[in-house]
């Protein structure tokens, strides 16, 4: 874990939920923690890279069908390692789903307009970090139009939209330092709903960029804190998470002391007396 890390939607949940967690997940370079093959992990990662080879085959103009999407992302996450140990039922599910949502996005008259088949397009790599208030910054937007200032995030749930604002600023920051625009772009945010994918628009201004380097700000100095709870009383001394669903799929309950503490207590036996 290092005291100073970039920003993504993902830490900055982790972070206020279970600082514990937080420390158990990012352990950082340097601290001998072997990392995790965590099939969920792997398989987001299969559905992202999925989802860029459609829209990359799309900009030199080739178009899949439904039934290939389909076919191609059921074998890549066939061949993914532990997938046979997994619900075949629910991974057909999970296809279905996702390959709805990409022809949905396709299909949406906005982004069939501004992002045609054939069109030149960027897609960023999330991986890659810039320098931000000394610090790295990790917040790439999903897709750049090349020949226009056409940037898009693709999100799904419902999320606030300050957030979406707030992401929206941090990938504007991301943008001028690795493609040097420095005028106040336009961010499209394609919204997935269970109603289908709503656009919203975001344009970043001086206060959007005001209040994303507070947040960035305000992360780090609340890493700096944890960091050296953990370097003094350990994991032990770590917060917590307050609600019982922040816990749902943590690979850390066993040891945790707040799964300890909700342990259930013995089951009642009819015709037992308890004391």
Not at 114 to 134: M, Q, T, Y
Not at 174 to 191: D, H, I, K, L, Y
Request: include cysteine; glycine fraction near 6%; charge should be positive.
């Amino acid at each position: 874990m290092e005291p100073s890390p970039g920003w993504s939607r993902s830490r900055r949940w982790l972070l206020e939920a279970c600082g514990r967690r937080f420390v158990l997940d990012h352990p950082g370079e340097g601290t001998g923690a072997p990392p995790t093959a965590d099939l969920h992990l792997q398989r987001w990662r299969v559905l992202r890279l999925w989802r860029n080879d459609l829209l990359a085959d799309r900009a030199e103009g080739h178009v899949w069908s439904p039934r290939l999407m389909r076919h191609v992302l059921e074998l890549r996450l066939a061949q993914l390692p532990k997938a046979q140990e997994s619900d075949g039922p629910a991974r057909r599910r999970l296809v279905r789903l996702h390959v709805k949502r990409m022809c949905g996005l396709l299909e949406h008259p906005w982004f069939s307009f501004a992002v045609p088949v054939g069109a030149s397009v960027v897609l960023p790599d999330a991986r890659h970090d810039v320098p931000f208030e000394n610090g790295r910054l990790w917040a790439v937007p999903d897709l750049l139009r090349d020949s226009t200032q056409t940037a898009v995030l693709f999100r799904s749930g419902r999320t606030p939209k300050a957030v979406l604002d707030l992401e929206a600023a941090l990938c504007a920051t991301w943008m001028e330092v690795t493609r040097g625009r420095v005028s106040a772009p336009t961010f499209s945010v394609m919204r997935f709903t269970p109603h289908g994918w709503i656009r919203h628009v975001v344009v970043v201004d001086d206060h959007l960029r005001k209040a994303a380097a507070e947040l960035v700000r305000m992360d780090r100095a609340q890493m700096r804190l944890l960091y050296k709870r953990w370097m003094v009383g350990g994991h032990r001394s770590l917060p917590l998470a307050e609600h019982a669903w922040a816990c749902e799929g943590c690979a850390h309950r066993i040891g945790c002391p707040r799964h300890i503490e909700t342990q259930p207590s013995a089951p009642f036996i009819l015709g037992e007396r308890r004391q």
